[in-house]
Nanobody, 124 residues
């Protein structure tokens, strides 16, 4: 069973950048499509971005399109989320997740494996 650990969260000012990493152990990352989700206080966990096994197919939430970029390095067993032009409304706990499914994997219920999350806080 794959285990996921996120890192790279922190506190930055609006307009700044962060890069989150998600490293997998106990399994080969290339076997899974990967996604990033986030959960702000008092809100449901929402989809941010997803990437297929080869990295050739990406899906974005409208709220982050043009600002965030998901990528993966299957050799390093790591998925990244590059976040630019950050806004206070991006403040949330960010989770990476893995799924065995194929196709458009943007729904939370499609993901069986989750990391513990990393806090991202954007100050205005």
């Amino acid at each position: 069973q794959v285990q996921l650990v996120e890192s790279g969260g922190g506190l930055v000012q609006a307009g700044g950048s962060l890069r989150l990493s998600c490293t997998a152990s106990g399994g080969t990352l290339s076997m899974y499509a990967m996604g990033w989700f986030r959960q702000a206080p008092g809100k449901e966990r929402e989809f941010v971005e997803a990437i297929n096994r080869s990295g050739g197919m990406l899906h974005y939430a409208d709220s982050v399109k043009g600002r965030f970029t998901i990528s993966r390095d299957n050799v390093k067993n790591t998925v990244y989320l590059q976040m630019n032009s950050l806004k206070p409304e991006d403040t949330a706990v960010y989770y990476c997740a893995a799924t065995n499914r194929y196709g458009r994997t943007t729904a939370r219920v499609e993901y069986a494996y989750w990391g513990q999350g990393t806090q991202v806080t954007i100050s205005s």
